[in-house]
Structure formats: structure tokens, C-alpha cells
């Protein structure tokens, strides 16, 4: 599996965007790129996945560079509410179900 | 929605004792997952799933084994718990499918074990 590396923590006001870094330079050509959260005292979250192109959904949008080592989330109008743990995953497949393998992520602090 | 749930939020055991941790998902998924998390060590793989009756070891299966007689249910075992399996564990489903495949969890069930 392809390892990710995050900075620990980061801050953000609120209302500015959150621009969080993921590299992975091992990524091989079949593998995703995943991005979750974890709130404090509960499960991870799904936020956005992305293979080549740049994703956006109602939570958030991914950017992947054109080589794919590195890619960042953003969070166009963080609120209190994302404060959280932020997990970039590369995933890998074996039979029919996708492993995720979580690292330790980089903790955002959404302040006031 | 997609629902996850736990057999229990907090469990407090002795060293030896052995622990039943269920997992049921409501969304006839393929696939389910067992969890633990530390801190500093991120969340780590311990057991999955693909189908009844089949098991795949992830990358932390000593001590643990696990049993899904059913589809939506996924137990983890901790046959004679010691105290280095106090933890968190989460419990995860998904779908099956190539190229997707966005992870459910569960709220998690704090084991501590003395």
C-alpha cells in the first residue's frame, strides 16, 4: 500500500478556507486517493475521493497533482463544526473488499 | 442513511475475561471491518470481512478472531483479553465495488481492560 504523509495539526479561522497537504509519491496508477474525518469521541467520516481529476462535492473539493504523489482538501468555508482529525488514504484492493489504511492524520483546529 | 451500530459504547473487563463485540449494519453491505485505535497509532486494521462466512486477517489479527454468520452482523472476539487490548474499537461497513468504496462506522466501543 501506497503511504500518505500529513502535517500533524494545522489551524484555520473560521469562514477562511482550509487548505490541507497530503503526499503520497508511492501511489501506483490504480490506487485512489480517499480523505476522511473523525470528530472528536465518534466514527471517521467520508468526505471525498478522487483518482485523477479534481472532485468537489457539497463537503468539500480535492485537488490531485498531475504526477499524483500529492493532493490537498479543501474546505472552501471552515466552520467550528470541522474541527477534526483529517485522514488522506490511498487505498488498495484485495478481492472485492477496498482496504483503508488510516495514519494518524492532521488535526485541524477551526478557531474563532 | 447508512446505519452502524455497536454493541456497547464503554466496556470495562479483567484481564482474561473473554469479550463478545457485535456490530450490525443496516444496508445489506458485502463488506464490514473491525478497527482499534490508539493514540498516535492511527486507526489500525484488525479483521474484514467480504462476504458470510468469510474472513480476511488485517494487519493486526493476534489475539483477536471474528465471525459473521449473517450479513448485516460482524463479531470481534477477544478470546482472553489482556491489558494491552484496552483501545477503541470501530466497526466499519461498506459496499462492494471496485473502484468506490466509501467506509461506514460505527460509534465505537471504548474496551478497557484491567
Known amino acids: 500500500d501506497a503511504k500518505t504523509t500529513q502535517p500533524p495539526s494545522m489551524d484555520c479561522a473560521e469562514g477562511r478556507a482550509a487548505n490541507l497537504p497530503c503526499n503520497h509519491s508511492?501511489?501506483?496508477?490504480?490506487?485512489?486517493v480517499y480523505w476522511y474525518r473523525q470528530i472528536h469521541s465518534q466514527g471517521p467520516q467520508y468526505i471525498i475521493h478522487g483518482l485523477k481529476n479534481n472532485e468537489t462535492n457539497e463537503m468539500a473539493s480535492l485537488i490531485i497533482t498531475e504526477d499524483r504523489k500529492s493532493s490537498t482538501l479543501i474546505l472552501p468555508h471552515a466552520t467550528l463544526r470541522d474541527t477534526a482529525v483529517y485522514y488522506c488514504i490511498v487505498s488498495s484492493h484485495t478481492g472485492t473488499a477496498s482496504k483503508l489504511t488510516f495514519g494518524t492524520g492532521t488535526r485541524l483546529q477551526v478557531t474563532l | 442513511d447508512v446505519k452502524v451500530t455497536q454493541s456497547s459504547r464503554y466496556l470495562v473487563k479483567r484481564t482474561g475475561e473473554k469479550v463478545f463485540l457485535e456490530c450490525v449494519q443496516d444496508?445489506?453491505?458485502?463488506?464490514m471491518f473491525w478497527y482499534r485505535q490508539d493514540p498516535g497509532l492511527g486507526l489500525r486494521l484488525i479483521y474484514f470481512?467480504?462476504?458470510?462466512?468469510?474472513?480476511e486477517k488485517g494487519d493486526i489479527p493476534e489475539g483477536y478472531s471474528v465471525s459473521r454468520e449473517k450479513k448485516e452482523r460482524f463479531s470481534l472476539i477477544l478470546e482472553s483479553t489482556s491489558t494491552n487490548q484496552t483501545s477503541m474499537y470501530l466497526c466499519?461497513?461498506?459496499?462492494?465495488?471496485?473502484?468506490?468504496?466509501?467506509?461506514?462506522f460505527g460509534p465505537g466501543t471504548r474496551l478497557t481492560v484491567l
Open positions: 470481512s467480504y462476504d458470510v462466512k468469510m474472513k
Open positions: 466499519a461497513s461498506s459496499s462492494s465495488g471496485f473502484s468506490y468504496n466509501e467506509q461506514f
Open positions: 508511492t501511489i501506483s496508477g490504480n490506487e485512489y
Open positions: 444496508m445489506d453491505h458485502e463488506n
